[in-house]
């Protein structure tokens, strides 16, 4: 894979995980995998719209699917990108803090 193609790549994940839903639905399934039974009451969007992000996170690789009898069950495929929240949320507290400074 060409340089070019694995920077396409990451941004095609990132872009995935750009919609407070989807990254919600991953920080769920970062406790453990889910039926959609289970994901669907847990954000205020329709059973069909978060079928839409689960199927935009499935593209990406982010998550994998299997059946069992007629439940879908949904897993992380790709765990590591809830490794850099710590930090995300670091930066985010920070950039908080200073705002709040600066408006003093």
Known sequence: MSSR????AKARIFKALGHPTRLGIVELLAQ?????CEIVPRFADSQATISRHLDVLLQAGILERSKDGVKMIYRLAMPCVLNAMPCIVEAIRKGTRRATATER
């Open 5 to 8: 193609d694995l920077t396409a």
């Open 32 to 36: 453990g995998e889910r039926c959609v």
